[in-house]
């Protein structure tokens, strides 16, 4: 298997050190005003399919699966030009641009949610990983306290904003941190990459940008505030847990999962039940 990235994005140190092969392809984001970046945007995107192509062919490639993103473009028109068969899974109820052109190249189009608009799509689900989908919650939480250094004797809550952090939440959380722990709780507070945001460095609060051990995270977290992923809100529910979910910003609707979750009664405010502050993951 080949993994294509961008040398900006989690995958150039991620792909890596999980043992796959990993080329670059130039991140180059579709120009949305008449600049410079747009009159060098065509043949600067046509270069890379066509470099793409050549290596597609060059190491005989059965088929080529895309998520979205975006490598994920230039792969798709390399794929068709070198005539090879495309696969696409689309994870968000919204569908991204690179998906939408991608599913014209294909019939090969898996979703997660059976609302979401894009064409060829059929209802295939979330790929979670075989550690968080089979998750033995209780059997790993000691192995837990001990990775993430948390005491055995306070009940967890998990923060995360996802791989690349949420400016609100995490300044939420930060500023939270005191009456949290007061009240009895240990915070595991997963940032993000690009967060803006100091540690408070108080007893029983621990943070950290990215974790590699999600499953462990979630087998020690009693509580969980989220921002509303597809990706991250899947997991969340495919480990049972009680938590608070923010919508992603700029999205207008949430996800048909989320409205789900909320008919299933997850959502009945448990915080309350939990001990936890009340205005905790509002707004």
């Known amino acids: 298997m080949i993994v294509l990235g961008t040398r900006e994005g989690l995958e150039a140190r991620l792909v890596p050190a999980r043992g796959y092969e990993l080329i670059f392809v130039p991140r180059l984001p579709f120009p949305r005003r008449p600049n410079r970046a747009a009159v060098?945007?065509?043949?600067?995107?046509?270069?890379?399919?066509?470099?793409?192509?050549?290596?597609?062919?060059?190491?005989?490639?059965?088929?080529?699966?895309?998520?979205?993103?975006?490598?994920?473009t230039p792969a798709y028109l390399a794929a068709r030009r070198a005539g090879i068969p495309i696969a696409i899974?689309?994870?968000n109820f919204?569908?991204?641009?690179a998906n939408r052109l991608g599913a014209w190249l294909t019939t090969r189009?898996?979703?997660?949610?059976?609302g979401t608009r894009i064409r060829h799509g059929r209802v295939v689900g979330m790929p979670?990983?075989?550690?968080?989908?089979?998750?033995?919650?209780?059997?790993?939480?000691?192995?837990?306290?001990?990775?993430?250094?948390?005491?055995?004797?306070?009940?967890?809550?998990?923060?995360t904003g996802g791989s690349l952090g949420a400016r609100r939440l995490n300044g939420t959380i930060v500023q939270s941190a005191p009456a949290l722990v007061a009240a009895g709780w240990q915070v595991?507070?997963?940032?993000?990459?690009?967060?803006?945001?100091?540690?408070?460095?108080?007893?029983?609060?621990?943070?950290?940008?990215?974790?590699?051990?999600?499953?462990?995270?979630?087998?020690?977290?009693?509580?969980?505030?989220?921002?509303?992923?597809a990706g991250t809100v899947c997991e969340l529910e495919c480990a049972?847990?009680?938590g608070r979910l923010r919508a992603v910003p700029g999205r207008k609707r949430r996800t048909a999962f989320q409205r789900r979750v909320?008919?299933?009664?997850?959502?009945?405010d448990p915080r309350r039940r939990c001990g936890l502050p009340a205005g905790l993951g509002d707004g």
């Open 94 to 97: 919204r569908a991204g641009l």
């Open 89 to 91: 899974h689309e994870a």
């Open 109 to 114: 189009v898996g979703v997660v949610f059976p």
């Open 188 to 229: 595991l507070h997963i940032t993000g990459q690009k967060a803006e945001v100091s540690d408070p460095g108080i007893p029983h609060y621990r943070m950290i940008a990215y974790c590699d051990r999600m499953d462990l995270a979630l087998s020690i977290a009693d509580f969980a505030v989220s921002r509303a992923g």
């Open 40 to 72: 060098l945007f065509l043949p600067r995107f046509n270069r890379a399919v066509t470099d793409l192509a050549a290596v597609l062919r060059a190491r005989k490639v059965d088929v080529v699966v895309g998520f979205g993103g975006y490598v994920s």
């Open 240 to 242: 049972r847990h009680p």
């Open 128 to 159: 979670l990983r075989p550690e968080v989908q089979n998750l033995d919650r209780a059997g790993s939480r000691p192995e837990a306290l001990r990775f993430f250094d948390l005491d055995p004797d306070r009940p967890t809550l998990l923060v």
């Open 262 to 268: 909320r008919r299933r009664g997850r959502r009945r």
